[in-house]
């Protein structure tokens, strides 16, 4: 079936909202699979900050979550696909970043420790993807935000949320999967 990107976004909003874990990995991961997602592509501007933000208000986190969830999918509209390669900025990490902001109701005249806090989170995600390298691959940026924030979150905040292990089960379906290089690929999906 096609989908359109205002059909990914509905269809991610709504699994989101059934999802009742702390773990913002399993809940990326159970939605990847769904055959609405694509390997690579600008849902995962929704979808990984999705998850997030239903882990951290799952875990006690202070948020409206459906409030928070349209404010988010607002946002990722704007985010071109691509941005990785033509921007320098993995729209992965700008979900998590905005699902933050929108956490701490920042904007771009906040002077408090939240609006450096956000800054801190992104920059620190992106120097990890620096060093790993290219070409894209949504799954593996999708793993490095969305794990990276929960760590940011229990450092910073307190809010605990659950992190499972990440071995991807997606590098199969990715023509450009770069293999040993990926910290999270494993071995016998490209049997």
Not at 63 to 91: I, K, S, Y
Request: net charge positive.
């Amino acid at each position: 079936m096609e989908y359109t990107m205002k059909d990914k976004y509905r269809l991610i909003k709504e699994q989101i909202l059934i999802q009742t874990s702390t773990d913002p990995i399993k809940i990326v991961k159970s939605i990847m699979h769904q055959d609405f997602i694509s390997i690579h592509g600008p849902e995962h501007h929704f979808l990984d900050g999705a998850a997030f933000l239903v882990a951290y208000k799952n875990a006690g986190g202070d948020v409206v979550l459906e409030e928070a969830l349209n404010e988010l999918m607002e946002r990722a509209q704007t985010m071109p696909g691509a941005m990785c390669g033509f921007w320098g900025v993995c729209g992965s990490t700008s979900s998590v970043g905005a699902s933050l902001a929108i956490i701490h109701k920042t904007g771009p005249l906040t002077d408090n420790d939240y609006y450096k806090d956000n800054m801190e989170y992104t920059s620190s995600v992106i120097k990890k993807m620096s060093k790993i390298g290219g070409p894209r691959c949504c799954k593996r940026n999708a793993f490095l935000s969305v794990s990276s924030g929960v760590e940011f979150v229990y450092k910073k905040y307190g809010i605990k949320m659950e992190a499972s292990e990440i071995k991807c089960e997606f590098s199969k379906f990715n023509k450009q999967c770069i293999g040993e290089r990926c910290p999270f690929h494993n071995n016998y999906n490209n049997r």
